[in-house]
């Protein structure tokens, strides 16, 4: 079975770091780029960061670029977001996902075909 | 950034009648155009990818048309399982945006 397995969120107070890691399984993990996907309580869905899957190429929204931080490890089949100089506006869940296509070299803009069952992170005083 | 926009912002319908949901970009995505369902608590699922095409599994009653600016998802006859939200997302660049999202209600 494909599976997606968030971890590492929390309660971290503005200007703290946490990291989070999404545990892959079902699937060949370092053919396929790989997401992190935030959602702010209530509101809708937002891509703040990509990688591909051999992890050489990386993308950022602009409101996390210089923050936050991708990488993969495939020899573990897990991925991480390190985020540090966090803000309220940080509070979310953090979703990983899929890309669909398998690209290994490349990161190309994708559709999001497998996701996890998220992981909260909240940003506060 | 190309900016997605939904409508209508809420669809209440019953069982058995057909939804039309619409998403229309700020620019033309191409044919880049996707759908998902997400329920209470539970991450988004894919339903409909490059505007037409059904996710693996998906029921035949799910589907997607357009191209350019303006997108549909149709529902040709609700079930209990479809009341949920529903999201477009655009992949023609980077900057990957999604609407704000449409949400299927029982009437």
């Known amino acids: 079975e494909v599976q997606l397995l968030e971890s590492g969120g929390g309660l971290v107070q503005p200007g703290g770091s946490l990291r989070l890691s999404c545990a892959a399984s079902?699937?060949?993990?370092?053919?396929?780029?790989m997401n992190w996907v935030r959602q702010a309580p209530g509101k809708g869905l937002d891509c703040v960061s990509a990688?591909?899957?051999?992890?050489?190429?990386?993308y950022y929204a602009d409101s996390v670029r210089g923050r936050f931080t991708i990488s993969r490890d495939n020899s573990k089949n897990t991925l991480y977001l390190q985020m540090n100089s966090l803000r309220a506006e940080d509070t979310a869940v953090y979703y990983c996902a899929k890309a669909k296509g398998a690209n290994w070299g490349s990161l190309s803009p994708d559709v999001f075909d497998i996701w996890g069952q998220g992981t909260m992170v909240t940003v506060s005083s | 950034e190309i900016v997605l926009t939904q409508s209508p912002a809420t669809l209440s319908l019953s069982p058995g009648e057909r939804a039309t949901l619409s998403c229309r970009a700020s620019?033309?995505?191409?044919?880049?155009l996707a759908w998902y369902q997400q329920k209470p608590g539970q991450a988004p699922r894919l339903l409909i990818y490059d505007a037409s095409n059904r996710a693996t599994g998906l029921p035949a009653r799910f589907s997607g048309s357009g191209s350019g600016t303006d997108f549909t998802l149709t529902i040709s006859s609700l079930e209990p399982e479809d009341f949920a939200v529903y999201y477009c997302q655009q992949r023609s660049n980077w900057g990957i945006t999604f609407g704000q999202g449409t949400r299927l209600e029982i009437k």
């Open positions: 990688i591909s899957g051999s992890g050489d190429s990386t």
């Open positions: 620019q033309s995505v191409s044919n880049y």
């Open positions: 079902g699937f060949t993990f370092n053919n396929y780029a």
